[in-house]
Every structure is written in structure tokens, then in C-alpha cells.
């Protein structure tokens, strides 16, 4: 969902959650930022990104993976499974 510009609740918080999440996967950071992309694109604010920002706060990530009840709200869950 968040790869396609969709992902319900995308506030700061779950913001961070799918970046430190994206960190441990095989180019992480550019997965954000196509995601970062979409979704600006979506939303009609192609502007809003910035992908030195998005480079700047990627550094500062812990890369502690959040709790899955964290996802509840989306369909199937953390797992995705419906």
C-alpha cells in the first residue's frame, strides 16, 4: 500500500514505522523514496518531496522494527494477508 501512494493514516509516526521497516530490506532507501514519490503524485503535491530530506532523517533511522498491532487498521494486517 505504501509503495502505491495509498497507505491509510500515513502520519509521522507510521511514516517512521515504514522507513525503519524499509531499512531492512535490499535498497531500502530507494524503495522510500519511490513510495515518498507516489504518494506526493497521488496527493497532487508533487512538490511536497524532497529526497534530500528523506536522505538527511534516512541516516538518523534506528531501524527498530515496529509492532505489527501498529498495522491493524489495514486490510490483512502487518502480514497483508486478507
Excluded at 534516512?58 to 489495514?74: N, T
Aim: proline share 7%.
Amino acid at each position: 500500500m505504501f509503495l502505491s501512494g495509498q497507505l491509510p493514516g500515513f502520519d509521522h509516526r507510521r511514516h517512521v514505522h515504514v522507513a525503519n521497516i524499509l531499512t531492512h530490506l535490499p535498497f531500502g532507501r530507494e524503495l522510500m523514496h519511490l513510495g515518498l514519490q507516489t504518494m506526493a503524485y497521488r496527493h497532487f503535491v508533487p512538490d511536497k518531496y524532497s529526497a534530500e530530506t528523506t536522505d538527511v532523517w534516512w541516516e538518523r533511522l534506528d531501524g527498530e522494527l515496529p509492532d505489527p498491532a501498529l498495522f491493524d487498521d489495514l486490510p490483512g494486517g502487518a502480514e497483508g494477508a486478507s
